[in-house]
């Protein structure tokens, strides 16, 4: 057990700790959303179908991180919660056993993608116009799939041990290295769409190198051992009940992804691109947040092992306020300069800037309410709040979301496609609200048994 990282996380005061471990998750989901963006943006001069391509395997990708974050933020919690209540043993299983099991549902994915590629990216979306750019770039990333997965286990159990910034060395490297060889291997080597995949799987694969090393050659750390992976129930147990809000979040955005890909095809391949293209740039929007929320989880696992309740409490409040604020200023700017900023991806296409940037503005108006769903959702998540969590990270790409796009676009056509993503958000908040408002009360009573 290490002592000083058990005082720092338990001691500290909250408003320096937070920010501390936040700065290098923030800076490193930044890094992750701009070389997620960096494809979009160099694939986009390629033409509207190849543009839509990225878009169609969006969903892919959120398969990949529907794998990974489920195991990463499952054992990452149950580290947390094991390290604060001093239960070395525990942490150790609990890390291998995802590792390990992240590694053959990859290959499994990626077996079944490559025997059934045609098929696949159809039923992800795509269109005849836009399936053989859609298989050009699936084949690489279904290559380097088992490897992505258990680089995002990686991520998350060096965020849970207070680790941010080899989390941070990891994936920043990798991102600059794929922003760097995207223009490359697309325009100099004339690749093509297949060369914004290859970059992305080689950049990916030093990513998961970084991560691996780190985790191994600091011996005070949990680490990765064969001999501490099993298929024991209450392993499984455990990971599970902390990591199915990520299963239903991540699972459900892939699910999202395809219902979005599907019920925009009507309207053209450049409503499929102008969708595409708003998501990633809200999802760059929102990692800066997801990055803070990150540094608050491991703060609020460790105490809520170390049955500090009141710390715990005093991080949430800390870190909603916090996200209020910076979305809301986030989603000015980005509402005001909307046709600007579609523009940078397709400035030749007049249409995909239309829809893009009404859709865009839309979604800005609900970008403030979206710091307490997401804080609500780390909360529950991080003190094993299974249930609650999963239903606050069903909500938003799910319960809501999914339902919409089958209904308003058929009622209101393309203004109704634009209108779902902000409808979901706004009922998403509602649960999120009522959800917090049980599990503060919990948290107070807790305090009040241990007072006594």
């Excluded at 996380?9 to 070389?35: D, F, G, H, N």
């Excluded at 490897?147 to 060395?169: D, E, I, K, P, T």
């Excluded at 969708?275 to 696992?301: A, D």
């Excluded at 916090?322 to 809301?328: D, E, F, P, R």
Aim: aromatic share 12%; glycine share 8%.
């Amino acid at each position: 057990m290490n002592n000083d990282m058990y005082i720092r996380m338990t001691e500290t005061k909250i408003s320096k700790l937070i920010p501390r471990l936040a700065i290098p998750t923030i800076i490193t989901m930044l890094v992750t959303s701009i070389y997620n963006m960096a494809d979009t943006f160099f694939v986009s001069q390629i033409g509207t179908s190849a543009s839509a391509a990225v878009g169609i395997n969006f969903s892919l990708m959120a398969m990949i991180q529907a794998i990974g974050f489920t195991l990463g933020m499952g054992s990452g919690n149950y580290v947390s919660r094991s390290l604060g209540n001093q239960d070395s043993e525990g942490a150790h299983r609990a890390a291998a056993t995802a590792f390990f099991t992240a590694l053959i549902l990859g290959g499994s994915l990626s077996i079944i993608g490559l025997l059934n590629l045609d098929k696949f990216v159809r039923i992800l979306g795509a269109t005849p116009t836009i399936v053989p750019y859609a298989k050009d770039y699936a084949k690489y990333i279904l290559i380097g799939t088992p490897y992505m997965c258990c680089a995002f286990v990686l991520n998350n159990l060096h965020r849970s041990q207070g680790n941010a910034f080899y989390s941070m060395l990891g994936l920043v490297t990798g991102g600059i290295l794929n922003m760097i060889l995207d223009p490359i291997l697309i325009f100099k080597f004339n690749m093509g769409i297949s060369g914004a995949a290859i970059a992305t799987i080689f950049s990916q694969f030093i990513s998961f190198g970084i991560l691996f090393f780190m985790s191994q050659k600091n011996k005070k750390n949990v680490t990765i051992k064969i001999s501490k992976f099993t298929f024991k129930p209450w392993v499984y147990k455990e990971i599970f009940k902390a990591g199915l809000p990520s299963l239903s979040r991540q699972g459900l955005a892939s699910m999202a992804a395809v219902a979005l890909n599907v019920c925009a095809s009507p309207f053209g391949d450049a409503a499929i691109a102008a969708m595409s293209i708003t998501v990633r740039i809200m999802l760059f929007i929102n990692s800066s947040l997801i990055g803070f929320g990150q540094g608050f989880q491991p703060v609020c696992g460790y105490n809520y092992g170390a049955k500090k309740y009141e710390r715990v409490l005093e991080a949430y409040y800390f870190c909603l306020k916090v996200g209020v604020i910076l979305l809301t200023i986030l989603g000015v700017l980005c509402f005001t300069f909307a046709p600007e900023i579609i523009s940078l991806f397709r400035k030749e296409d007049l249409e995909v800037i239309e829809i893009g940037t009404i859709a865009l503005r839309y979604q800005c108006l609900t970008l403030p309410i979206q710091a307490s769903i997401v804080m609500a959702n780390m909360l529950t998540q991080s003190i094993g709040y299974g249930f609650w969590a999963t239903l606050v990270a069903m909500g938003r790409q799910g319960i809501f979301l999914i339902p919409a796009l089958f209904i308003l676009p058929n009622m209101y056509g393309i203004r109704g496609l634009q209108y779902c993503q902000p409808l979901a958000d706004i009922c998403t908040f509602i649960v999120g609200l009522l959800v917090v408002k049980k599990v503060i009360k919990d948290l107070k009573i807790k305090m009040m048994e241990e007072n006594f």
